[in-house]
């Protein structure tokens, strides 16, 4: 059974930056795609980038999507950060490539618990 903690998270002055770790235990399939998501309060999950095992990333403007495999880990790099990225930031896994973007977080089977990034 796959468990996934993020850690990272916490609170930034704008224009700052911040790494976000997504560290992935148990067995994992061999054709996965993982996720990072955001939720502010009174907002819908919305995606943030995507990492899949055929090496496809995506990742918008700011942000920069890698993992360590050696660890298990996915990472989001967070530049430049803006009041509006507040949110608690989550990962997430499912056992497929994403297919290019990121996939609808109903797609996703596992989820972590969250990490909260403040931007003030």
């Known amino acids: 059974h796959v468990q996934l903690v993020e850690s990272g998270g916490g609170s930034v002055q704008a224009g700052g930056s911040l790494r976000l770790s997504c560290a992935a235990s148990g067995y994992m399939y061999s054709t996965y795609c993982m996720a990072w998501f955001r939720q502010a309060p009174g907002k819908e999950r919305e995606g943030v980038g995507s990492f899949d095992t055929h090496g496809t990333t995506s990742v918008a403007g700011r942000f920069t999507i890698s993992k360590d495999n050696t660890k298990n880990t996915l990472y989001l790099q967070m530049n430049s950060l803006k009041p509006e990225d507040t949110a608690m930031y989550y990962c997430?896994?499912?056992?497929?490539?994403?297919?290019?973007?990121?996939?609808?977080?109903?797609?996703?089977?596992?989820w972590g618990q969250g990490t909260q990034v403040t931007v003030s």
């Open positions: 997430a896994i499912v056992w497929r490539y994403c297919s290019g973007g990121v996939p609808a977080p109903q797609a996703f089977d596992i």
